[in-house]
């Protein structure tokens, strides 16, 4: 049962991105401090409930965990230095993307939605099939 639900959210994903119109940063409003904040929280939330996330960061802290366990200071040092480094990495990601799409004209924009809706689609699909 999951499988469907979760072919149909792609199949609708990959029929909505390629005709949303690309909306221009002039057109935006600017984003109040409770938006952005609502933003962060729900990113942090979706994050850590994401069953890949979890196993990850497990495998992290099992992996860096030294033999006789974690001292309370070595933990935090430890939860503080993978958090920084999440930080760091997001930040790399979010700000060459933003750079690069201003790069990109509208047409090519397009377009790559276009070719991410049609991965959404072979993806949807091949999960029904895989729930049959």
Known sequence: PHHLAVS???IYLALKTPWRRPVENAALPAP?????????WGSLLLTLTNPPTIIMFA?????????????????????????LGSLLWWVFIVGGVTLFRHALGRRVRLWI??????????????????GL
């Open 59 to 83: 495998a992290i802290f099992a992996a860096l965990a030294p033999k006789g366990g974690f001292e309370p200071m070595t933990a935090a040092a430890t939860v503080s230095g993978v958090t």
């Open 113 to 130: 939605d276009r070719l991410a809706g049609s991965f959404l689609m072979f993806f949807g699909v091949a999960e029904i099939r895989r």
């Open 8 to 10: 149909l959210f792609l």
């Open 32 to 40: 109040s401090a409770v938006s952005t904040l609502r933003a962060f």
